[in-house]
């Protein structure tokens, strides 16, 4: 019990801190590109493990065949997902970007359904559709404007890149258990760092120390640290014990608060916009999650228990 509900403040902060990536993508993207910006991000995180690398590494014997899932899983979510988000945001404004992070939770429903992971629940359905409402209706027409090419291109690499995170929550989540979170999220990102190191050195010509601005180092630090280990290590940790659909519902929060980051970076005013989106977001999470279940039941169960009485 304890666990499960360890499982969902892990994947609220974890939801939060992408929010803040978000940001810290959008900040220095216009430094470099987004092959070398994933892997130099990578590149951090796995530095950020290597410390611990020892203490987590399981004491059973790993078959060959469960490192090939790791490291397909690894490129895919560290690796290929990252560089997408990455090079949308090239693209489309952040607004636009956000709503195509909250098909997260879609995108991981229809997986998990068509390949027989979980059940398709009407309570699924609708905390999803609260979840994708609420993001839709903070950033409104401007998300959905479909006026130019380059919307086209940066929406395409944004659904693609979602897509891999939906594969990997929902057949990620069998390896997660068998090896620990913590052990396939840090070798994961190794498989994905070697994967994008001949990239980096096709795409610049060279993979050395990158020359960024002040700003740009904190960002890529906080991408390969908070936004990157630490948070996908806490994400990682919730897809163990929680189903994926309940897990990425949680990811609806990450554009509101990228929003939320820019009142108090940018001095934005909190808007009535952003109060109602937010109240669809968390009511999707509330009935996602099950929190709403158990009252339901309950209140189900006092009506049937209670003893009709007919008026004489």
């Given at each position: 019990m304890n666990k499960t509900l360890f499982a969902h403040a892990a994947?609220?902060?974890?939801?939060?801190?992408?929010?803040?990536?978000?940001v810290a993508t959008r900040l220095v993207i216009g430094?470099?590109?987004?092959v070398s910006l994933a892997f130099y991000r990578n590149f951090v995180s796995v530095i950020c493990f290597a410390p611990v690398l020892p203490f987590i590494w399981p004491k059973h014997r790993i078959p060959l065949t469960e490192y090939g899932k790791i490291a397909l899983l690894g490129i895919l979510f560290f690796g290929f997902f990252p560089w997408a988000l990455n090079?949308?945001?090239?693209?489309?404004?952040?607004?636009?970007?956000?709503?195509?992070?909250a098909t997260i939770p879609i995108q991981?429903?229809?997986?998990?359904?068509?390949?027989?992971r979980e059940n398709l629940t009407l309570a699924k359905l609708i905390a999803v559709g609260l979840a994708f409402m609420g993001v839709a209706f903070v950033f409104g027409l401007e998300a959905i404007n479909l006026s130019t090419s380059?919307?086209?291109?940066?929406?395409?690499?944004?659904?693609?890149?979602?897509?891999?995170?939906a594969i990997y929550s929902v057949f990620g989540r069998g390896t997660l258990m068998r090896h620990g979170p913590l052990f396939v999220t840090a070798l994961a990102m190794v498989f994905a760092a070697l994967a994008?190191?001949?990239?980096?050195?096709?795409?610049?010509?060279?993979?050395?120390?990158?020359?960024?601005?002040?700003?740009?180092?904190?960002?890529?630090?906080?991408?390969?640290?908070?936004?990157g280990a630490i948070q996908f290590s806490l994400f990682t940790w919730a897809l163990r014990w929680l189903p994926a659909t309940t897990t990425?519902?949680?990811?609806?929060?990450?554009?509101?608060?990228?929003?939320?980051?820019?009142?108090?970076?940018?001095?934005?005013?909190?808007?009535?916009?952003?109060?109602?989106?937010?109240?669809?977001?968390?009511?999707?999470?509330?009935?996602?999650?099950?929190?709403l279940s158990g009252l339901t039941t309950k209140v189900a169960d006092r009506s049937f228990r209670r003893p009709l009485r007919l008026r004489p």
């Open positions: 994947a609220a902060v974890a939801a939060l801190s992408a929010g803040g990536g978000v430094e470099t590109d987004p090079a949308s945001l090239q693209y489309i404004p952040a607004a636009r970007g956000a709503v195509g992070l991981t429903l229809i997986v998990a359904v068509l390949f027989g380059e919307y086209l291109v940066g929406d395409s690499l944004m659904l693609l890149g979602v897509f891999c995170a994008l190191f001949p990239l980096t050195y096709f795409q610049s010509g060279t993979v050395g120390v990158p020359v960024l601005t002040r700003e740009g180092w904190l960002a890529v630090l906080f991408l390969g640290s908070v936004s990425v519902l949680y990811l609806t929060l990450s554009p509101v608060t990228a929003m939320l980051l820019g009142v108090f970076l940018i001095g934005e005013t909190v808007t009535s916009v952003l109060v109602a989106g937010l109240i669809f977001i968390l009511s999707g999470i509330l009935i996602g999650s099950g929190a």
